[in-house]
């Protein structure tokens, strides 16, 4: 947690968000909440989770006197410090873990000065939010209950796009391999590589498709890099369906000739590890030991 001085609020927080403690219908008491999305991505696409996306969670002591607290994470672990997502449509996105921690009577209470700004940014993914949203207007609620108060933050709103033909740049459907390739063509999962444009900017993505008899749609986006435009030579070696690793090389212009390389895991699209590389070097060692089958 970060505890800002009234000056360094007024130097750093202010000028980051020029009105962000400009008084709101939903501020009550002395002491006032409010929520920032700290991501830069713009809009997400169909798929997409937004486990890893960040929100900073600050409070104001607008009052004459300083004024007590309990830290962020606390209130988080005993579920005094809340987050809501609800689609336009209504529907409320499913979290999971609710189940929050006993309240500590011996809590040590922390004390924001006049005018000072607690600050403390949290994954989505660590209140139980990630799973894939379907397309449309979304609403994040966020209150904080504080020695017999409750605070309420002005809600803050992201989008969910459905991605048009002419925003996917380049694609690249990967090939399958393992169990995955055994399977008849209406069973088969599918996985691209594609740059997409996404608002004013493009973005790496890898993209994983349910199989033709469970509708085919998307159900996992994962934003690898984002690039300067439509990016030149690009390549992608690997398969999807055996957990290996996927190598996407391009240069970012034609007058470069420097290569980018990213080498990522096919399950999920994060970055392989040495560690992940050093397991599929021993695994190969020992398949390759194995005797062959007797027939």
Request: hydrophobic share 35%; with cysteine.
């Amino acid at each position: 947690m970060i505890l800002l001085s009234a000056a360094i609020q007024s130097a750093c927080v202010s000028a980051v968000v020029a009105n962000l403690f400009t008084p709101h219908r939903l501020d009550t008491g002395d002491l006032a909440l409010r929520a920032i999305d700290l991501n830069s991505v713009g809009s997400y696409i169909d798929g997409e989770s937004i486990e890893h996306t960040r929100i900073a969670v600050l409070l104001h002591n607008r009052s004459t006197v300083p004024q007590n607290y309990f830290a962020f994470e606390y209130s988080k672990r005993v579920l005094d410090l809340g987050i809501s997502i609800t689609h336009s449509n209504g529907r409320g996105l499913r979290a999971g873990g609710d189940r929050g921690d006993q309240q500590d009577p011996n809590q040590p209470k922390l004390k924001l000065p006049v005018g000072g700004c607690a600050v403390c940014p949290f994954r989505l993914g660590s209140f139980g939010f990630g799973n894939p949203l379907e397309v449309g207007t979304y609403r994040i609620d966020v209150s904080l209950s504080n020695l017999g108060k409750t605070y309420l933050a002005p809600p803050i709103e992201f989008e969910v796009v459905e991605i048009a033909r002419d925003c996917i740049l380049a694609s690249h459907k990967l090939p399958l391999e393992g169990k995955m390739a055994e399977r008849s063509i209406n069973k088969q999962e599918t996985a691209i590589i594609q740059q997409i444009a996404v608002g004013k900017k493009v973005w790496l993505f890898y993209r994983q498709f349910a199989s033709l008899e469970n509708g085919g749609k998307a159900y996992s986006a994962t934003r690898l890099t984002e690039l300067p435009g439509k990016v030149v030579d690009f390549k992608v070696d690997g398969a999807f369906g055996n957990n290996n690793p996927l190598t996407i090389t391009y240069r970012e212009t034609t007058y470069t000739k420097w290569t980018t390389t990213h080498v990522i895991n096919s399950v999920d699209g994060r970055p392989w590890t040495a560690a992940e590389e050093k397991l599929r070097q021993e695994k190969r060692k020992r398949d390759a030991k194995l005797p062959a089958e007797k027939k």
